[in-house]
């Protein structure tokens, strides 16, 4: 049985560090933030977020502080890595080091994919990983299992996509790892060049049912949810191939007809040309009501590892 | 009659959205904030405010921040914009599409002169414009009359005058929208290439009782107010187009000898040279003091938008 | 005999404006903040501090800034001056003029040796000098003290060097104007490019016990406190220099067998690689400890100035 104890003091470094009842209660404690995310609450008062964002964010730093205030908690931090002193040569270990007496929990981001690892190794306060590099983001893999909870009822027997670039996009190898804890047919639709990380596969293999593929169009039909992101110009050598490629897996309104009436179309944002505008008026569209299970599922989190559930 | 309910939701982008009685209403609520503004409140507990500003600010931004916190509620956004998605090519639609899931009102600056009536549109909650590039700033506006009435008791009758960068100045457009609904006379102070935008005096034609002129040294011995704004030497094609004028519009304890005993020399800030240091110590020097209206005019705005009056 | 109330509204400029009496009343205030700094309290509740860093910083800027949210009170600021209206020409006493009316308390770092006496000069509310250019860094001295009282139950009598770079730090700047106050052997150990300014020597003669020295091997037995500072290589005109001196007062675990077994090793931080990373694990150890203490001084220093202890 898991309590809301264990998760005193924890870090939140890898989707791989939790199991399927742990994740379902995270969720579920999410789902009990709701009120408190419209009217606040006093259950952090006295507490300090801060927040170290060594690559820029909108999204995810304010979610967490958005999440810390509703709670009636404070936040101190950086928005970049420019004002701190890692300029004038700091490790990043000794930044930790430091910062963790200012504050009760961390959330870091942090161009390095080993970051948040040793993040946690050296800071006696809970760590929240919000992007090691290219390898992991495990609070927007745990609100996109919040987002289609909510969309579907459950997310076990689900037909799901991960379309686009699923070699350096971090948000897809925590949602597949955490995917990995339920009964999903999963679909990794990318470019060749662009195709799922092997050391990701590795760690979930045989225990996530997937299918790679380069077509979207045939598999569209059967699809309950699809996750799309964004193709990087700049991960391609060169321009032409990623021309080719770009266009295969753009969304659009009428794309969309060969789709599921109740196909959600998802996306960890921000959207660049990808999603067409024409779909986001569509039932389809829940990528921007995706944003709003980032507060809470952040508020659960940051309840949960400083105790105060 | 207007009533607060009135403001709840509402959003604040230009001033020609707003009549007298509710300008006055407005002003009337701000200076009720006096007292809050000195020993804080929890009018605004719980509640968050997101402020967006992707040109820079001292003033406006952090005039929000305090007035947020002198009511009790938080504060989360960015002081500028290469720490946001915007670097990575997200529309400014879908950003404030995502903040409005983190924030109760939003305030926005933003270069461009139709972002605030953008942003408005796609939220939900209110919208504060914060400065629509070179087009309007209402808040300012409303800060200056609540100056202009604490320094003189009324705006009626008033002989004001707007002098420096009447094209360019998104204050003084704001302004003379304001005026427009007052009883006043108006000099519109500058050199040739830097009038009032026509746009503007057609916005308010038949409104509004003023006269364009470029000799400041004349009609200042008339005046109640005077509002200075920068020139700014980039608007200028030629050097020598700049330093004609600069100095015809330069304020001094000097050129003050020819004023009114009881004239209030006004500007938005920053001041750079157009009014002389010396001019600081005298009774004229209203543009600190008129600082502080601004975080009474802005708490009133959040706490009525909010519907918390 | 000091009283609380001596403190309120005072500017905390130069250490050189505080009697021994008065740094011994801040300190046991400081470490009457010890519980608070773990469970918050509402003693600043409804005030402001404003954080106005014209340097890059972490750890001042957090630390005054958690420092506040631990009394209950709320922050605004700038971590960088290109944010602020510094960027279209502003003078620095117009930006703290307008900035104290939106605050109850500034805080400031800024490049130039005179800009925290300018500032107090100019606000009328308290202003904290949070580093002057290479002058001073007077919170960090008191935290220096409350570090080394905490480790050795008293300042007098100690053993004390200070190595590095005296004469840009500010940091040993501050530290020496405290310990003239004290019964201290105050050892100034630095290459001859760097020894103490004379300036400072010149403040503090006759009050000071100090001996200057290039050679820390030679007393390093004797030491109680070793306080290490970072040497830049920018200081030196030929990197040659840089190289031939930069060894000579690195810190390691070996060199740290002369030392006396209860010596405590100190550095303001950032850390580049004069402590190396074997001594962290040593109870010689105090650097990270010493961030701690400059919370409950930070917090000490809001509470008195703001009149709330």
Chains 1, 2, 3 share one sequence.
Not at 197 to 202: A, I, M, N, S
Request: aromatic letters at 8%; proline letters at 5%; zero cysteines.
């Amino acid at each position: 049985m898991v309590e809301a104890s264990s998760f005193k003091g924890r870090d939140v470094v890898s989707m791989l560090d939790f199991n399927r009842e742990e994740i379902d209660f995270i969720l579920d404690k999410a789902s009990e933030m709701k009120p408190l995310a419209e009217r606040g609450s006093d259950l952090l008062k006295g507490r300090i977020l801060a927040t170290l964002f060594f690559e820029p964010s909108t999204r995810t730093r304010l979610s967490f502080e958005a999440a810390m205030h509703r709670l009636g908690g404070e936040v101190i931090g950086f928005a970049q890595p420019g004002v701190s002193s890692i300029a004038k040569g700091e490790s990043f270990e000794d930044t930790i080091r430091t910062v963790e007496n200012y504050a009760d929990v961390i959330v870091v981001r942090h161009p390095e994919e080993d970051s948040a690892v040793r993040a946690a190794r050296v800071a006696e306060i809970p760590v929240i990983n919000a992007g090691s590099g290219p390898w992991e983001h495990p609070t927007q893999a745990l609100l996109d299992l919040h987002t289609i909870r909510e969309a579907k009822g459950r997310i076990d027997g689900l037909n799901i996509a991960l379309v686009g670039d699923l070699l350096y996009g971090r948000t897809v190898h925590s949602l597949a790892f955490a995917l990995a804890n339920y009964d999903v047919k999963l679909y990794l639709v990318s470019p060749p060049q662009l195709k799922m990380r092997r050391d990701v596969l590795e760690k979930v293999e045989g225990r996530l049912n997937y299918v790679e593929t380069g077509d979207l169009k045939s598999i569209l039909p059967e699809l309950d949810v699809l996750y799309v992101t964004r193709v990087q110009k700049e991960r391609f050598p060169r321009p032409e191939d990623y021309e080719a490629v770009k266009d295969a897996y753009r969304i659009d309104r009428e794309m969309l007809r060969d789709a599921r009436e109740d196909l959600i179309v998802m996306h960890p944002l921000p959207r660049v040309t990808e999603i067409a505008t024409d779909v986001d008026e569509t039932p389809h569209a829940w990528y921007f009501r995706q944003v709003r299970h980032g507060l809470y599922v952040r508020m659960a989190l940051l309840a949960l590892v400083l105790g105060a559930l």
